[in-house]
């Protein structure tokens, strides 16, 4: 997985011949957006179903925005990355017993 970060280009450290990737979390474009949201407007988070709502549809326009960024970059996009990290785990869970 360390080396699936390093050839996509996320800074990280290397340490022990093993690079860790540094970040902002599993979400770092969707949750800075959320919490604002939720700091603003509390109302319309107490609901589960609106705030999994609202995460889905700023996912979706957040990354219609930065998309082009990852281009320019030759950067995978965090869905493609998503992909390659998924098929890393498929390969481990194919040759468990």
């Known amino acids: ?5 390093k050839n996509a280009g996320l800074p990280g450290t290397t340490k022990n011949d ?3 990737p540094s970040g902002a979390g599993a979400n770092p474009f969707i949750t800075p957006l959320i919490s604002s949201a939720n700091s603003k407007y509390p109302r319309m988070f107490i609901n589960q179903h609106q705030q ?3 995460k889905i549809y700023a996912e979706k326009i957040i990354m219609t925005e930065v998309a082009p960024l990852f ?3 030759a950067m995978p996009t965090p869905q493609q990355f998503q992909l390659i990290l ?3 785990a498929n390969k481990y869970i194919q040759n468990t017993p």
């Open 1 to 5: 997985i360390g080396e699936a970060a």
């Open 71 to 73: 281009n320019e970059c």
């Open 86 to 88: 998924e098929n890393i």
């Open 18 to 20: 093993v690079f860790t």
């Open 52 to 54: 999994a709502s609202f």
